[in-house]
Protein backbone atom coordinates (compact mmCIF):
# COMPACT_ATOMS: atom_id res chain seq x y z
CA UNK A 1 0.00 0.00 0.00
CA UNK A 2 1.48 3.60 -0.78
CA UNK A 3 -0.08 6.11 1.36
CA UNK A 4 -1.78 8.35 -0.64
CA UNK A 5 -0.61 12.16 -0.37
CA UNK A 6 2.64 11.00 1.07
CA UNK A 7 5.92 12.17 -1.14
CA UNK A 8 8.95 14.77 -0.44
CA UNK A 9 7.07 17.53 1.07
CA UNK A 10 5.21 15.43 3.97
CA UNK A 11 8.16 13.29 5.18
CA UNK A 12 7.91 9.64 5.76
CA UNK A 13 4.26 9.03 6.61
CA UNK A 14 3.50 5.19 6.85
CA UNK A 15 -0.08 3.44 6.59
CA UNK A 16 -1.64 3.98 9.93
CA UNK A 17 -0.75 7.86 9.31
CA UNK A 18 2.37 7.72 12.06
CA UNK A 19 5.37 9.86 11.42
CA UNK A 20 8.75 8.40 10.48
CA UNK A 21 11.37 10.67 11.79
CA UNK A 22 13.74 7.88 13.69
CA UNK A 23 16.01 5.95 11.65
CA UNK A 24 18.22 3.23 13.36
CA UNK A 25 21.19 1.84 11.05
CA UNK A 26 23.34 -0.90 12.04
CA UNK A 27 27.07 -0.78 10.58
CA UNK A 28 27.88 -4.06 11.70
CA UNK A 29 26.46 -7.50 12.64
CA UNK A 30 30.19 -8.45 14.64
CA UNK A 31 30.57 -7.88 18.11
CA UNK A 32 33.38 -8.02 21.06
CA UNK A 33 30.95 -9.44 23.21
CA UNK A 34 28.64 -12.14 23.16
CA UNK A 35 25.69 -11.09 25.58
CA UNK A 36 23.30 -13.81 26.60
CA UNK A 37 20.61 -12.30 25.79
CA UNK A 38 21.26 -10.97 22.14
CA UNK A 39 24.14 -13.87 20.71
CA UNK A 40 24.14 -17.32 20.71
CA UNK A 41 27.60 -18.56 22.05
CA UNK A 42 29.02 -19.78 18.58
CA UNK A 43 27.56 -16.72 16.23
CA UNK A 44 27.92 -16.97 12.41
CA UNK A 45 28.21 -13.62 10.81
CA UNK A 46 27.59 -12.29 7.20
CA UNK A 47 30.94 -12.06 4.66
CA UNK A 48 32.21 -8.70 4.56
CA UNK A 49 30.88 -8.60 0.79
CA UNK A 50 27.48 -8.86 1.99
CA UNK A 51 27.90 -5.87 4.89
CA UNK A 52 27.57 -2.35 3.54
CA UNK A 53 30.45 -0.27 2.80
CA UNK A 54 30.90 3.11 4.74
CA UNK A 55 30.35 4.92 1.23
CA UNK A 56 26.78 3.26 0.73
CA UNK A 57 25.82 4.00 4.57
CA UNK A 58 26.76 7.82 4.34
CA UNK A 59 24.50 7.53 0.64
CA UNK A 60 21.71 5.82 2.48
CA UNK A 61 21.59 8.29 5.73
CA UNK A 62 21.49 11.50 3.37
CA UNK A 63 18.62 10.17 1.65
CA UNK A 64 16.22 8.94 5.21
CA UNK A 65 17.95 12.46 6.23
CA UNK A 66 16.30 13.96 2.77
CA UNK A 67 12.91 12.13 3.43
CA UNK A 68 12.65 13.70 6.75
CA UNK A 69 14.84 11.41 9.05
CA UNK A 70 15.76 13.83 11.71
CA UNK A 71 17.16 11.53 14.35
CA UNK A 72 19.61 8.84 13.85
CA UNK A 73 20.96 6.29 16.15
CA UNK A 74 24.43 4.02 14.78
CA UNK A 75 24.07 0.54 15.96
CA UNK A 76 24.85 -2.74 15.35
CA UNK A 77 26.81 -5.40 16.61
CA UNK A 78 29.22 -3.16 18.11
CA UNK A 79 28.98 0.16 16.06
CA UNK A 80 32.64 0.94 17.41
CA UNK A 81 34.62 -2.49 16.09
CA UNK A 82 33.47 -1.32 12.25
CA UNK A 83 36.47 -0.27 11.19
CA UNK A 84 36.89 3.50 10.00
CA UNK A 85 33.47 4.14 11.35
CA UNK A 86 35.03 7.59 12.27
CA UNK A 87 34.79 8.46 8.50
CA UNK A 88 30.89 7.83 8.51
CA UNK A 89 30.67 9.93 11.58
CA UNK A 90 32.37 12.65 9.81
CA UNK A 91 30.50 12.60 6.66
CA UNK A 92 27.48 12.95 9.11
CA UNK A 93 28.22 15.60 10.86
CA UNK A 94 27.51 17.63 8.27
CA UNK A 95 23.70 17.52 8.02
CA UNK A 96 23.87 18.48 11.89
CA UNK A 97 26.82 21.20 11.02
CA UNK A 98 23.32 22.60 8.41
CA UNK A 99 20.73 21.37 10.56
CA UNK A 100 19.14 18.93 8.45
CA UNK A 101 19.91 16.35 11.55
CA UNK A 102 18.52 16.98 14.48
CA UNK A 103 20.08 14.33 16.32
CA UNK A 104 23.13 11.94 15.23
CA UNK A 105 23.81 9.27 18.45
CA UNK A 106 25.10 5.58 18.84
CA UNK A 107 24.52 2.84 20.90
CA UNK A 108 27.36 1.39 22.22
CA UNK A 109 28.53 -1.80 24.89
CA UNK A 110 30.83 0.95 25.76
CA UNK A 111 34.29 -1.18 25.50
CA UNK A 112 35.54 1.34 22.80
CA UNK A 113 34.60 4.23 23.84
CA UNK A 114 37.92 5.35 25.58
CA UNK A 115 39.39 5.51 22.40
CA UNK A 116 37.03 7.01 20.11
CA UNK A 117 34.44 9.70 22.55
CA UNK A 118 36.43 12.80 22.03
CA UNK A 119 36.07 12.08 17.87
CA UNK A 120 32.60 11.10 18.81
CA UNK A 121 31.90 14.38 20.25
CA UNK A 122 33.79 16.58 17.70
CA UNK A 123 31.40 14.75 15.18
CA UNK A 124 28.51 16.54 16.85
CA UNK A 125 27.43 13.21 18.67
CA UNK A 126 25.70 14.94 22.30
CA UNK A 127 24.51 11.86 23.83
CA UNK A 128 24.93 8.37 23.52
CA UNK A 129 23.49 5.22 25.15
CA UNK A 130 25.66 2.52 26.40
CA UNK A 131 24.34 -0.88 27.40
CA UNK A 132 25.82 -1.89 30.97
CA UNK A 133 23.50 -4.68 32.96
CA UNK A 134 25.77 -4.86 36.28
CA UNK A 135 28.01 -3.43 37.85
CA UNK A 136 29.51 -7.14 39.37
CA UNK A 137 32.85 -7.87 37.37
CA UNK A 138 31.66 -11.57 37.37
CA UNK A 139 28.52 -11.35 36.40
CA UNK A 140 29.37 -8.97 33.20
CA UNK A 141 32.16 -11.63 32.23
CA UNK A 142 28.88 -14.19 32.82
CA UNK A 143 26.42 -11.94 31.11
CA UNK A 144 28.63 -10.55 28.17
CA UNK A 145 30.51 -14.28 28.10
CA UNK A 146 34.04 -13.08 28.55
CA UNK A 147 33.92 -9.23 28.60
CA UNK A 148 35.45 -6.57 30.84
CA UNK A 149 33.41 -4.45 33.03
CA UNK A 150 36.69 -2.10 34.20
CA UNK A 151 37.18 -1.70 30.38
CA UNK A 152 33.31 -0.48 30.27
CA UNK A 153 33.96 1.70 32.77
CA UNK A 154 36.67 3.57 31.45
CA UNK A 155 34.83 4.24 28.36
CA UNK A 156 31.78 5.56 30.43
CA UNK A 157 34.20 7.85 32.18
CA UNK A 158 35.74 9.11 29.26
CA UNK A 159 32.23 10.12 27.44
CA UNK A 160 31.26 11.99 30.29
CA UNK A 161 34.33 13.37 30.35
CA UNK A 162 34.14 14.55 26.80
CA UNK A 163 30.97 16.06 27.58
CA UNK A 164 28.61 13.56 26.14
CA UNK A 165 25.32 13.26 27.61
CA UNK A 166 25.30 9.19 28.60
CA UNK A 167 22.12 6.74 29.16
CA UNK A 168 22.95 3.12 30.73
CA UNK A 169 20.62 0.85 28.79
CA UNK A 170 19.82 -2.51 31.42
CA UNK A 171 18.27 -5.39 29.42
CA UNK A 172 16.13 -6.62 33.08
CA UNK A 173 17.36 -10.35 33.19
CA UNK A 174 15.11 -12.82 36.35
CA UNK A 175 17.73 -13.86 39.17
CA UNK A 176 19.77 -11.26 38.37
CA UNK A 177 18.60 -7.66 37.73
CA UNK A 178 16.51 -7.60 40.96
CA UNK A 179 19.38 -7.73 42.90
CA UNK A 180 21.25 -5.09 41.70
CA UNK A 181 18.41 -2.50 40.57
CA UNK A 182 19.04 -0.07 43.37
CA UNK A 183 22.67 0.02 42.85
CA UNK A 184 22.26 0.54 38.92
CA UNK A 185 19.75 3.57 40.13
CA UNK A 186 22.20 4.56 42.17
CA UNK A 187 25.30 4.58 40.45
CA UNK A 188 23.50 6.13 37.54
CA UNK A 189 21.88 8.95 38.97
CA UNK A 190 24.95 9.69 40.94
CA UNK A 191 26.51 10.16 37.52
CA UNK A 192 23.90 12.34 35.75
CA UNK A 193 22.94 9.26 33.49
CA UNK A 194 19.70 8.19 32.86
CA UNK A 195 18.95 4.64 32.97
CA UNK A 196 16.81 2.77 30.56
CA UNK A 197 15.30 -0.55 32.00
CA UNK A 198 14.65 -2.68 28.72
CA UNK A 199 12.33 -5.94 28.57
CA UNK A 200 13.81 -8.80 26.79
CA UNK A 201 12.73 -9.92 23.59
CA UNK A 202 12.47 -13.43 21.79
CA UNK A 203 15.19 -12.11 18.80
CA UNK A 204 17.12 -15.13 17.46
CA UNK A 205 17.68 -18.40 19.40
CA UNK A 206 20.42 -17.08 21.93
CA UNK A 207 20.90 -20.94 22.97
CA UNK A 208 18.40 -20.88 26.36
CA UNK A 209 14.93 -20.21 26.83
CA UNK A 210 14.41 -16.73 26.43
CA UNK A 211 10.96 -17.60 29.22
CA UNK A 212 14.34 -18.21 31.94
CA UNK A 213 15.34 -14.77 31.24
CA UNK A 214 12.42 -12.81 30.91
CA UNK A 215 12.00 -10.19 34.25
CA UNK A 216 8.56 -8.27 33.16
CA UNK A 217 9.41 -4.79 33.97
CA UNK A 218 5.81 -4.40 35.73
CA UNK A 219 7.25 -6.42 38.78
CA UNK A 220 10.55 -4.56 38.57
CA UNK A 221 8.78 -0.83 38.98
CA UNK A 222 6.84 -2.40 42.15
CA UNK A 223 10.08 -3.27 43.92
CA UNK A 224 12.00 -0.16 42.16
CA UNK A 225 8.91 1.73 44.21
CA UNK A 226 9.24 0.04 47.14
CA UNK A 227 12.20 1.61 47.75
CA UNK A 228 12.83 5.13 45.72
CA UNK A 229 9.71 7.64 44.99
CA UNK A 230 8.87 7.57 41.49
CA UNK A 231 6.97 10.18 39.73
CA UNK A 232 5.39 9.77 35.90
CA UNK A 233 7.29 12.51 33.71
CA UNK A 234 4.64 12.67 30.59
CA UNK A 235 7.64 12.50 27.80
CA UNK A 236 7.17 10.76 24.82
CA UNK A 237 9.67 9.86 22.62
CA UNK A 238 7.72 8.15 20.04
CA UNK A 239 8.59 4.71 20.95
CA UNK A 240 7.70 2.02 23.75
CA UNK A 241 9.67 4.24 26.47
CA UNK A 242 7.85 5.54 29.56
CA UNK A 243 9.55 7.72 31.77
CA UNK A 244 9.40 8.13 35.52
CA UNK A 245 12.01 10.88 37.85
CA UNK A 246 13.33 9.12 41.00
CA UNK A 247 12.72 11.91 43.55
CA UNK A 248 15.46 11.28 45.93
CA UNK A 249 18.05 11.68 43.19
CA UNK A 250 16.11 13.73 40.40
CA UNK A 251 17.41 10.98 37.64
CA UNK A 252 15.01 9.48 35.06
CA UNK A 253 14.17 5.97 34.40
CA UNK A 254 13.19 4.63 31.38
CA UNK A 255 10.80 2.01 31.29
CA UNK A 256 10.78 0.28 27.38
CA UNK A 257 7.95 -2.89 28.05
CA UNK A 258 7.53 -4.59 24.48
CA UNK A 259 5.64 -7.63 26.20
CA UNK A 260 3.62 -5.82 29.56
CA UNK A 261 2.42 -2.51 27.74
CA UNK A 262 2.62 -2.06 23.86
CA UNK A 263 3.13 1.23 22.55
CA UNK A 264 3.23 0.88 18.27
CA UNK A 265 0.61 3.14 17.94
CA UNK A 266 3.46 6.00 18.33
CA UNK A 267 6.04 4.46 16.19
CA UNK A 268 8.34 6.93 14.46
CA UNK A 269 11.17 4.71 13.68
CA UNK A 270 12.28 2.51 10.96
CA UNK A 271 15.98 0.05 11.07
CA UNK A 272 18.23 -0.55 8.68
CA UNK A 273 20.56 -3.43 8.61
CA UNK A 274 24.50 -3.40 8.01
CA UNK A 275 23.80 -5.66 5.03
CA UNK A 276 21.03 -2.99 4.02
CA UNK A 277 17.60 -4.25 4.48
CA UNK A 278 15.40 -2.10 5.59
CA UNK A 279 12.72 -3.41 8.35
CA UNK A 280 9.93 -1.01 9.09
CA UNK A 281 9.14 -2.97 12.30
CA UNK A 282 11.16 -4.32 14.89
CA UNK A 283 9.10 -7.28 15.83
CA UNK A 284 7.76 -8.93 12.44
CA UNK A 285 9.20 -10.51 9.61
CA UNK A 286 9.26 -7.25 7.22
CA UNK A 287 12.10 -6.64 4.94
CA UNK A 288 12.84 -4.60 1.85
CA UNK A 289 16.50 -5.17 0.62
CA UNK A 290 17.97 -1.42 -0.23
CA UNK A 291 21.72 -3.10 -1.08
CA UNK A 292 20.84 -4.66 -4.15
CA UNK A 293 19.63 -1.72 -5.68
CA UNK A 294 22.91 0.60 -3.58
CA UNK A 295 24.81 -1.58 -6.04
CA UNK A 296 23.24 -1.43 -9.38
CA UNK A 297 22.97 2.23 -10.75
CA UNK A 298 19.82 3.03 -9.24
CA UNK A 299 19.27 6.36 -9.12
CA UNK A 300 18.66 8.40 -5.23
CA UNK A 301 14.95 8.38 -6.87
CA UNK A 302 14.10 4.87 -7.09
CA UNK A 303 16.02 4.21 -3.44
CA UNK A 304 13.86 6.43 -2.08
CA UNK A 305 10.72 5.24 -4.02
CA UNK A 306 11.69 1.66 -2.13
CA UNK A 307 12.00 3.89 0.92
CA UNK A 308 8.38 5.17 0.60
CA UNK A 309 6.58 1.89 -0.68
CA UNK A 310 8.70 -0.12 2.67
CA UNK A 311 7.13 2.84 5.04
CA UNK A 312 3.37 1.93 3.23
CA UNK A 313 3.75 -1.56 4.34
CA UNK A 314 4.71 -0.52 8.04
CA UNK A 315 3.07 -3.41 10.37
CA UNK A 316 0.77 -2.10 12.78
CA UNK A 317 2.94 -3.55 15.57
CA UNK A 318 4.46 -6.50 17.06
CA UNK A 319 3.29 -9.56 18.89
CA UNK A 320 6.21 -10.43 21.32
CA UNK A 321 4.61 -13.72 22.59
CA UNK A 322 7.22 -15.66 25.01
CA UNK A 323 5.82 -19.60 25.49
CA UNK A 324 8.44 -21.92 27.39
CA UNK A 325 10.09 -24.37 24.59
CA UNK A 326 8.80 -21.90 21.82
CA UNK A 327 11.63 -21.32 19.03
CA UNK A 328 12.66 -17.89 18.51
CA UNK A 329 10.09 -15.57 17.06
CA UNK A 330 11.81 -13.96 14.53
CA UNK A 331 14.94 -15.88 13.43
CA UNK A 332 17.32 -12.64 13.30
CA UNK A 333 19.47 -11.45 16.56
CA UNK A 334 19.09 -8.12 17.85
CA UNK A 335 22.81 -7.47 17.30
CA UNK A 336 21.69 -8.18 13.27
CA UNK A 337 19.02 -5.76 13.05
CA UNK A 338 20.22 -3.71 15.74
CA UNK A 339 18.70 -2.47 18.70
N1 LIG B 1 26.44 -3.46 20.86
C1 LIG B 1 25.74 -2.29 21.22
C2 LIG B 1 25.20 -2.39 22.62
O1 LIG B 1 25.16 -3.48 23.17
O2 LIG B 1 24.82 -1.35 23.15
C3 LIG B 1 24.62 -1.91 20.27
C4 LIG B 1 23.79 -3.02 19.71
S1 LIG B 1 22.76 -3.85 20.87
C5 LIG B 1 21.94 -5.04 19.86
C6 LIG B 1 21.55 -2.61 21.21
C7 LIG B 1 20.73 -2.80 22.46
O3 LIG B 1 19.90 -3.93 22.31
C8 LIG B 1 21.54 -3.01 23.71
O4 LIG B 1 21.16 -2.10 24.71
C9 LIG B 1 21.20 -4.41 24.13
O5 LIG B 1 21.24 -4.56 25.51
C10 LIG B 1 19.82 -4.58 23.56
N2 LIG B 1 19.42 -5.96 23.30
C11 LIG B 1 20.11 -6.93 22.69
N3 LIG B 1 19.40 -8.06 22.59
C12 LIG B 1 18.20 -7.80 23.17
C13 LIG B 1 17.03 -8.57 23.38
N4 LIG B 1 16.92 -9.83 22.96
N5 LIG B 1 15.98 -7.97 24.01
C14 LIG B 1 16.06 -6.69 24.42
N6 LIG B 1 17.14 -5.91 24.25
C15 LIG B 1 18.21 -6.47 23.63
FE1 LIG C 1 27.19 -7.19 21.33
FE2 LIG C 1 25.46 -5.31 21.99
FE3 LIG C 1 24.59 -7.76 21.36
FE4 LIG C 1 25.93 -7.40 23.61
S1 LIG C 1 23.95 -6.51 23.10
S2 LIG C 1 26.28 -9.02 22.13
S3 LIG C 1 27.34 -5.85 23.11
S4 LIG C 1 25.59 -6.37 20.01
Given amino acids: MVVEGAGPSCGLIDGFGRHVT ?7 DRCDLRCVYCMSEDMSFRSRRDILTLEELTRLARLFIARGIDKLRITGGEPLVRPGILDLFAALSEPIADGSLRELTLTTNGTQLA ?15 V ?15 GGSLARVMDGIAAARAAGLTVKLNVVALKDGTE ?8 FAHAREMALSLIETMPLGDVG ?18 GRWTLHDVPMRSGGPARYARVAETGGL ?10 FCADCNRVRVTASGTLHTCLG ?23 IDQALGRKPKGHDFILR ?16
Fill in 284 to 306: QDDATDLKAHLRTSATDDVIVRL
Fill in 208 to 225: VDRVDQYLPLDSLRRQIA
Fill in 179 to 186: HEIHDLIA
Fill in 22 to 28: YLRLSVT
Fill in 324 to 339: RGASPQLARHMSETGG
Fill in 253 to 262: IEFITPHTHN
Fill in 131 to 145: SLDTLDPERFRALTR
Fill in 115 to 129: RFAEDLARAGVRRIN
